[in-house]
């Protein structure tokens, strides 16, 4: 059958500066999805999977060729409403024997994971040596005794064993909580004492720009807090080279040595028929105020929800290879390492920073492994965008076919250099947004709708997604409410043991709809824009405004490189702006630069959106996975609490903020 002509399958966007080719029109997973679901185009698909969910993801199920142990009799259960909406109503499905089996048997020799450590080193395993390592892990574990049903965290940085683990648990149907190998001890004790863990998988160490971190020594004084934890199984990443730390001769146990004295069945482990609404991963976010929240996700869940927006949104399929720059802790890691390996794709891994030895150590990392799909935050394209473009044109960067970004919303210019620089103005930039509690996107870019540089082409493939007013009604043209109208599969099943705390943060503003804590705005063409956090917005003598609105104005004066804008009170106009500002190397803050930035901020927005406030720190504050926290700015500039600092990279930044609220 032939492909129909674009813009049958898109919207006609004469200035986009990428467009969907003959090749994506006829060979992308999402054309064939369309193309089999019946509908005339995308839209037309969107709007019936609106319409009627389970027909959606029954047909995308069966389109990314999910590898059910038992085929479901239904698509979902609503019956206890929205919130608790039960998905494969009579299937079979561990996520973790999907991401393992049908590869190893159907290509035993062919690349599932490379992982390369900061000082080069390359570890690379087949299908079948995955697989082989995945099952020697989980009867490890069993010895053990770990069981169906426990918990246990993972303190690692992104290593082989941290892949092997999270799959490990899986096929015994335990249940993993990922966790920052930058946290500190109270942050990795509050998660392991809320969820009750049994065992803590960490490491020695790691090695982080040349120098040495000991990480066990951290997880000794988490566990020291956390009694529920038996034992601490560790990775000898770092070996003779390690800081020397304590050894516990009941609870301390090296992976090696239990994996030496642990005995494979002759027939390899036995898979579980497991129930997919059976919970696999909890995992935490940090939250404005209280304690963090833990998302319980499932197999059926999160697993097949990131597995189809890699499919139909980045093109993701057998033959590819992912590389995305995160942490475990941060969902881009179990997304990529679950999406990556159910899709038939080869998963890569680095241990190490984005700019050591050098700046292009990415780059580099690209040419070496052949990636075709690299996923990146803005904050780490800005970051890298200061060396110029000569570290990026010393590497063939060929391979490329799809750059996928998320985490912050983007700023114009380091869009075009991730567009122009790395991707070669040929590679769509697949803008993706959703959160940690969908599994994924919300909305994103896909192969057939035209790019408009930083923003989304629309709802996630399959995903009900809306922006309303105050009362619940759409709205177009203006910020909003970032909504889902339908349930999905990948939504968490609540919080850990507090299921009203998670109906009331996502369900309870408008009755059946999941309010997801964004702004959001949709232009007359069709494209949304993500404005930043609901807690986050501005409020200017009435008007309101995305805090990415103000941060983009600040940063398109030649000295700025990043910005946090935050509203701080004001006696006539309620709120007024705060713009902090990070300048360009070689840049010194003056009265006169300041105010500089604060014109070009009313040029570009209006006079009456000038900030009151700019200042110049050194950095933003940032989670580990580079997400900038206005909340803490703001609290830090006003003196007031700043709430949960556990993702917190640098806290000695909040000196240099209150520094600034000081010398007014």
Not at 84 to 104: E, K, M, Q
Request: with cysteine; aromatic share 8%.
């Amino acid at each position: 059958m032939a492909a129909p002509e674009w813009p049958i399958f898109g919207r006609d966007v004469p200035d986009a500066p990428w467009r969907p080719s003959p090749r994506d029109l006829a060979e992308s997973r999402l054309a064939g999805l369309v193309r089999a679901s019946g509908e005339p185009s995308l839209e037309a698909l969107q709007a019936h999977a609106a319409a009627d969910p389970a027909w959606f993801w029954g047909l995308a199920s069966d389109d990314i060729t999910i590898p059910w142990a038992r085929r479901p009799r239904s698509v979902l259960d609503a019956s206890g409403g929205p919130e608790w909406t039960r998905w494969w109503i009579g299937g079979a499905f561990n996520y973790a024997a999907a991401c393992l089996d049908g590869r190893a048997s159907s290509d035993p020799d062919g690349e599932a994971l490379v992982w390369e450590g900061e000082e080069g080193e390359v570890r690379t395993f087949t299908n079948a040596e995955l697989r082989h390592h995945v099952e020697w892990a989980a009867v490890m574990l069993q010895g053990l005794g770990v069981k169906a049903g426990d918990r246990v965290g993972i303190l690692l940085p992104m290593l082989p064993e941290t892949v092997i683990s999270v799959l490990a648990l899986g096929l015994i149907e335990a249940i993993y909580t990922p966790i920052f190998s930058g946290y500190g001890a109270t942050a990795i004790a509050s998660r392991l004492n809320d969820c009750e863990a049994s065992l803590l998988i960490t490491a020695d160490g790691f090695r982080r720009r040349g120098g040495l971190v000991g990480l066990k020594a951290v997880a000794d004084e988490a566990v020291a807090s956390a009694p529920t934890v038996k034992c601490t199984l560790v990775v000898r990443r770092l070996g003779d080279a390690a800081p020397e730390t304590p050894w516990s001769a009941e609870r301390d146990v090296w992976w090696d040595t239990a994996l030496a004295a642990t005995s494979m069945p002759s027939n390899g482990l036995e898979r579980q028929t497991t129930d997919p609404e059976t919970p696999y991963m909890l995992i935490y976010t940090s939250g404005t105020t209280g304690r963090p929240k833990g998302a319980v996700h499932v197999h059926g869940g999160f697993p097949i929800k990131g597995a189809q927006d890699l499919a139909h949104s980045f093109d993701l399929g057998r033959g590819d290879t992912l590389f995305w720059f995160t942490d475990l802790g941060w969902m881009m890691g179990p997304w990529a390492i679950s999406g990556s390996l159910l899709l038939g794709a080869r998963l890569v891994l680095y241990e190490g920073t984005p700019d050591f030895p050098g700046p292009d150590r990415l780059w580099s990392i690209v040419e070496r492994h052949r990636i075709t799909h690299l996923g990146l935050s803005p904050t780490v394209i800005r970051a890298l965008m200061v060396h110029g473009e000569d570290p990026v044109r010393a590497h063939d960067l060929s391979s490329l076919r799809v750059l996928g970004s998320t985490g912050e919303p983007w700023n114009p210019e380091p869009w075009w250099w991730y567009f122009r620089e790395i991707g070669g103005g040929r590679c769509p930039v697949i803008n993706y947004s959703g959160g940690t509690e969908v599994s994924g996107g919300i909305v994103s870019g896909n192969p057939l709708t035209p790019l408009r540089p930083t923003s989304f082409g629309g709802p996630q493939v399959g995903v009900a997604a809306d922006v309303v007013d105050a009362s619940g009604q759409p709205v177009r043209g203006e910020v909003g409410e970032l909504v889902i109208r339908q349930p999905l599969p990948g939504m968490t099943r609540g919080f850990w043991r507090d299921p009203d705390r998670y109906v009331e943060t996502y369900w309870s503003r408008f009755p059946g709809i999941w309010v997801h804590g964004d702004w959001a705005l949709i232009d007359p063409d069709g494209y949304w824009y993500i404005q930043g956090r609901s807690d986050d917005t501005l409020k200017v003598a009435g008007k309101r405004v995305g805090p990415a609105e103000v941060e983009s104005a600040a940063v398109a004066h030649p000295a700025v490189v990043e910005a946090a804008a935050v509203g701080i009170p004001h006696d006539v106009k309620g709120e007024s702006i705060a713009v902090f500002c990070v300048l360009r190397p070689g840049e010194t803050d003056s009265p006169d630069l300041r105010a500089s930035i604060g014109s070009v901020v009313a040029r570009e927005l209006g006079k009456a959106l000038k900030p009151d406030v700019v200042a110049v720190i050194p950095a933003l504050p940032k989670t580990r996975s580079g997400k900038v926290m206005r909340r803490v700015v703001r609290a830090a500039y006003l003196g007031l609490d700043p709430g949960d600092l556990s993702a917190l990279d640098d806290p000695r930044l909040l000196e240099a903020i209150r520094a600034t609220a000081q010398r007014g």
